[in-house]
């Protein structure tokens, strides 16, 4: 019931704050329940921890981002596509730790957070980098924000945030095992290269009649944009979740027998 309520107040606190829209407040809301519910505070602090340091980095140097929010399709306010897309491989994993009993769920499921926390830490600090990121299909400096394109600070963010949830698991667990740690830590991360892979070749992206930028957004200065590549159901929510399940999946073959 404590649960419950916490949980509550703080999708209740990601709305106000405009973390969070309505939808999303809704859907955060459900899958507190389900991993409350399934691991308790363990699992909600690691979770928490998570938006918590994903927030706080899209709040901070909101100045020196504004320039590529027009780029992406979606605003820094998180709907319920964004919340299941980041959360929702985690869900999965520890409803299976709870019929299975196996910990290997367990490890899963700080992978699949990891790997969520290591995008999205790469995409709020990425773009903070001086130089273009370079897109690694083209090879060639792109405008910030571009999926599938990288910089060298993109990517210390993207192995810190997924090595920042694999160590709180650990503090959370009351224990630490050296190889699970890193093989958490490095699952995450290949969680963010699968993502970064994806947005290069597959997700869906178009370019403004008007201002001839390229965008995620199907519709751009108020006109439809044209499809320059990728697949329609390739967005940044399909490519996220994928890439958390898979950092998560990914765990369960380093089962021993
Ligand atoms: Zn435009």
Same mark, same amino acid.
């Given at each position: 019931?404590?649960?419950?309520?916490?949980?509550?107040?703080v999708?209740i606190?990601?709305?106000?704050?405009?973390?969070?829209?309505?939808?999303g407040?809704?859907?955060?809301?459900?899958?507190?329940?389900?991993?409350?519910?399934?691991?308790h505070?363990?699992?909600?602090?690691l979770?928490?921890?998570?938006?918590?340091?994903?927030? &706080?980095?899209?709040?901070? =140097? $909101? /100045? +020196?981002?504004?320039?590529?929010?027009?780029?992406? @399709?979606?605003?820094?306010?998180?709907?319920?596509?964004?919340?299941?897309?980041?959360?929702?491989?985690a869900?999965?994993? &520890?409803?299976?730790?709870? =019929? $299975? /009993? +196996?910990?290997?769920?367990l490890y899963?499921?700080? @992978?699949?957070i990891?790997?969520a926390?290591s995008?999205?830490?790469?995409?709020?600090?990425?773009?903070?980098?001086?130089?273009?990121?370079l897109s690694?299909r083209?090879?060639?400096?792109?405008?910030?924000g571009?999926?599938?394109a990288?910089?060298?600070l993109?990517?210390?963010?993207?192995?810190?945030?997924?090595?920042?949830?694999?160590?709180?698991?650990?503090i959370?667990?009351?224990?630490f095992?050296?190889?699970?740690?890193?093989?958490?830590s490095?699952?995450?991360?290949?969680?963010?290269?699968?993502d970064?892979?994806?947005?290069?070749?597959?997700?869906?992206?178009?370019?403004?009649?008007?201002?001839n930028?390229s965008?995620?957004?199907?519709m751009?200065?108020?006109?439809?944009?044209?499809?320059?590549?990728g697949?329609?159901?390739?967005?940044?929510?399909?490519v996220?979740?994928?890439?958390?399940?898979?950092?998560g999946?990914?765990?369960?073959?380093?089962i021993?027998?």
């Amino acid at each position: 019931m404590i649960i419950f309520l916490l949980v509550l107040l703080v999708c209740i606190g990601g709305w106000k704050t405009k973390n969070l829209s309505f939808s999303g407040a809704l859907s955060a809301l459900i899958m507190g329940c389900i991993i409350g519910y399934f691991y308790h505070w363990k699992g909600l602090l690691l979770l928490g921890a998570f938006f918590l340091s994903s927030s &706080i980095w899209s709040k901070l =140097f $909101t /100045g +020196s981002k504004a320039e590529i929010e027009g780029r992406l @399709a979606k605003s820094s306010v998180r709907d319920w596509q964004q919340v299941w897309a980041n959360g929702g491989p985690a869900a999965v994993f &520890i409803i299976l730790y709870h =019929f $299975t /009993g +196996s910990e290997w769920c367990l490890y899963s499921f700080a @992978a699949a957070i990891a790997a969520a926390n290591s995008d999205t830490w790469a995409s709020e600090i990425g773009p903070l980098s001086r130089k273009s990121p370079l897109s690694i299909r083209s090879f060639k400096r792109v405008e910030k924000g571009t999926s599938g394109a990288v910089s060298l600070l993109g990517t210390v963010a993207a192995l810190a945030g997924s090595v920042f949830i694999s160590l709180m698991f650990f503090i959370l667990q009351d224990s630490f095992h050296w190889s699970l740690f890193i093989l958490i830590s490095v699952a995450g991360f290949l969680g963010n290269v699968f993502d970064t892979v994806a947005g290069a070749y597959w997700q869906e992206e178009f370019t403004c009649p008007v201002c001839n930028s390229s965008t995620e957004a199907a519709m751009h200065c108020g006109v439809p944009a044209v499809k320059s590549k990728g697949y329609s159901w390739m967005n940044n929510e399909s490519v996220n979740f994928t890439s958390s399940f898979l950092a998560g999946a990914g765990i369960l073959l380093f089962i021993p027998g």
